[in-house]
Nanobody
Framework: DVQLQASGGGLVQPGGSLRLSCAAF????????MSWVRQAPGKELERVST????????NYADSVKGRFTISRDNAKNTLYLQMNRLKPEDTAVYYC?????RGQGTLVTVSS
């Protein structure tokens, strides 16, 4: 079974940074593009960033471009999201996804 376990969320002040990780199990991680998506309270799911299987092709939502960096370590079956200059509107539960699979999320709260 595909398992995706996100971690690294927490409470951070505006302007701060967090690094999210997603450990992947149950499939050949290096063969698949991976994404981070988020869901803010009362809002729809939003795709934050996608990275190709080789880590070369990358795209970001306009709302996070220039502040977030997605990366992956295929040797460790792990996906990352470095989030800098966080804003209150980044508050959401963040999930990593592979195709239609979505694992447990990690809550990021940006507040002073």
């Amino acid at each position: 079974d595909v398992q995706l376990q996100a971690s690294g969320g927490g409470l951070v002040q505006p302007g701060g940074s967090l690094r999210l990780s997603c450990a992947a199990f149950g499939f050949t991680f290096s063969r698949f593009a991976m994404s981070w998506v988020r869901q803010a309270p009362g809002k729809e799911l939003e795709r934050v960033s996608t990275i190709g299987s080789g880590g070369i092709i990358i795209n970001y939502a306009d709302s996070v471009k220039g502040r977030f960096t997605i990366s992956r370590d295929n040797a460790k079956n792990t996906l990352y999201l470095q989030m800098n200059r966080l804003k209150p509107e980044d508050t959401a539960v963040y999930y990593c996804t592979m195709g239609g699979a979505r694992g447990q999320g990690t809550l990021v709260t940006v507040s002073s």
